[in-house]
Nanobody
Framework: QAQLVESGGGSVQTGGSLRLSCSASGYKSNRMCMAWFRQVPGNAREGIALSGSSGSTSYDESVQGRFTISRDVAKTTLYLEMKSLKAEDTAMYYC??????????????????????WGPGTQVTVSS
């Protein structure tokens, strides 16, 4: 059974750093788009970073230059390195995967997207 499991969330002070991980298992192929989304209570879930299986990456402008998305060599573990964290980064962070386009990420920024696979989420809280 295909699944995603996030880890690494927690509480950190403004300006601090955290590293999130997402372990993917049960997939027939690692040629999939993987992404990080986040959601604040009362708001829709939105994508912040994408990773194509070819190595391509892209970011929402709200995290550009502060967050880095990456994968391990086997491409089954996704990471999100978060630096210079701000209070507005506080959210539930989700890992997502899309296997439909042979590893190419197809996503409209600012939307919930159409990713079929989701992890349960990990909470990140940034406080002063």
């Amino acid at each position: 059974q295909a699944q995603l499991v996030e880890s690494g969330g927690g509480s950190v002070q403004t300006g601090g750093s955290l590293r999130l991980s997402c372990s993917a298992s049960g997939y027939k192929s690692n040629r999939m788009c993987m992404a990080w989304f986040r959601q604040v209570p009362g708001n829709a879930r939105e994508g912040i970073a994408l990773s194509g299986s070819s190595g391509s990456t892209s970011y929402d402008e709200s995290v550009q230059g502060r967050f880095t998305i990456s994968r391990d060599v086997a491409k089954t573990t996704l990471y999100l390195e978060m630096k210079s964290l701000k209070a507005e980064d506080t959210a539930m962070y989700y890992c997502a995967a899309d296997t439909r386009f042979d590893g190419v990420c197809v996503y409209r920024w600012g939307t919930e997207g159409t990713f079929a696979y989701w992890g349960p989420g990990t909470q990140v809280t940034v406080s002063s």
